[in-house]
Nanobody
Framework: QVQLVESGGGLVQAGGSLNLSCVGS????????MGWFRQASGKKREFVAA????????VYADFVKGRFTISRDNAKNTVYLHMSSLEPEDTAVYYC?????????????????WGQGTQVTVSS
């Protein structure tokens, strides 16, 4: 079992950048495949990015368009989401999630553990 805590959200102007972090508890963080999802007000939660246990082969939602980068540091039990060229449409609560199964990396049902979320607001 792992507990996840996100941080780094906030208010930023369009075109700006933010760095989100997600710290996992426990000594087995490196055994989890990690993902970032987001949920805008009134909308369903959607996949943003995912990364393997070793940190290679990251995958992204199409709307990321090269603007976001997911990475991880297993020595620090942390997964990151660097977001740049932010748009008002990126406004949402961002969640990190962990999974142990192979499953579909872009499906929230594949993930067993979730953080509480961090709010990202992009002003125009």
């Amino acid at each position: 079992q792992v507990q996840l805590v996100e941080s780094g959200g906030g208010l930023v102007q369009a075109g700006g950048s933010l760095n989100l972090s997600c710290v996992g508890s426990g000594r087995t963080f490196s055994t989890y495949r990690m993902g970032w999802f987001r949920q805008a007000s009134g909308k369903k939660r959607e996949f943003v990015a995912a990364i393997s246990r070793s940190g290679i082969n990251p995958v992204y939602a199409d709307f990321v368009k090269g603007r976001f980068t997911i990475s991880r540091d297993n020595a620090k039990n942390t997964v990151y989401l660097h977001m740049s060229s932010l748009e008002p449409e990126d406004t949402a609560v961002y969640y990190c999630a962990a999974r142990t199964t192979l499953g579909n990396y872009d499906s929230e049902v594949s993930y067993s553990y979730w953080g509480q979320g961090t709010q990202v607001t992009v002003s125009s």
